[in-house]
Nanobody, 117 residues
Framework: QVQLVESGGGLVQPGGSLRLSCAPS????????MGWYRQAPGNQRELVAE??????TYADSVKGRFTLSVDSAKNTEYLQMNSLKPEDTGVYYC????????????WGQGIQVTVSS
């Protein structure tokens, strides 16, 4: 079973930056989509950013502030978060999945990001 290990979260002041990382416990082949989601207290999990077929999609709320990148050799994905706002607070989850056969859908355990002064 593959585990996704996230790191880089924490407490930061408004306007600050954080970089999240997500690495699998073993090599994953032929992923079709890699991305990040987040969930704030009382809210549903929402897409932050994902890459599929070399196209990156960002939530409108993070465009221009967050950058998704991937190191394909390491199957590792990153989320650079700049100009953080209190509304960015939540638990961030990484996701790696394949839509075709063999199908898989892996999630990280979640990492807390808190933006507060």
């Amino acid at each position: 079973q593959v585990q996704l290990v996230e790191s880089g979260g924490g407490l930061v002041q408004p306007g600050g930056s954080l970089r999240l990382s997500c690495a699998p416990s073993k090599t994953i082949f032929f992923a079709t989509t890699m991305g990040w989601y987040r969930q704030a207290p009382g809210n549903q999990r929402e897409l932050v950013a994902e890459i599929s077929s070399d196209i990156i999609t960002y939530a409108d709320s993070v465009k221009g502030r967050f950058t998704l990148s991937v190191d394909s050799a390491k199957n590792t994905e990153y989320l650079q978060m700049n100009s953080l706002k209190p509304e960015d607070t939540g638990v961030y989850y990484c996701n790696i999945r394949r839509s075709g056969g063999p199908y898989y859908d892996y999630w990280g355990q979640g990492i807390q990001v808190t933006v507060s002064s």
